[in-house]
């Protein structure tokens, strides 16, 4: 009998030590979950910054060097990417979702630049081009 109750408080101790185990655990992952999360939402837009940064340039740069004056960019679109538009002639937006939220990445250059953009994943050759009053963007 006294065999039998040391088995059944070894049983006890193993369960007590498991639960242990998960409650430490459960919360850790959840802790890892959003820090990755977090991580690849601020990936994104330091990424999507840089994109909107480099059109930027590169459209009032062959702006002042005049008209038959082009460049190409070559881009890499992350995921996570809703829109990208050429707004009201003189901003680069891109509009990003991280999770449940989005919010709008912008860039205003001090010339007219229209256009269009790549909003899906993926590598693209974007070709800034000088006009008569302003800059073409077109992808590839």
Excluded: C
């Amino acid at each position: 009998m006294n065999a039998r109750k040391k088995d059944g408080q070894i049983s006890v101790e193993y369960m007590m030590i498991i639960g242990f185990v998960t409650v430490i655990t459960i919360p850790l992952i959840i802790i890892y979950y959003n820090f990755i999360q977090e991580s690849d939402a601020e990936i994104t837009s330091t990424q999507i910054s840089q994109i909107a940064r480099k059109i930027v340039d590169a459209a009032e740069s062959v702006y002042y060097l005049g008209e038959p004056s082009q460049t190409t960019l070559r881009i890499n679109i992350p995921n996570g990417i809703v829109s990208a538009n050429l707004s009201s002639g003189k901003e680069v937006v891109f509009r990003v979702r991280s999770g449940i939220r989005e919010s709008d990445i912008v860039q205003t250059t001090s010339v007219n630049i229209s256009g269009s953009l790549p909003a899906k994943k993926g590598a693209y050759a974007v070709t800034i081009k000088a006009m008569p009053d302003y800059v073409n963007a077109s992808y590839k």
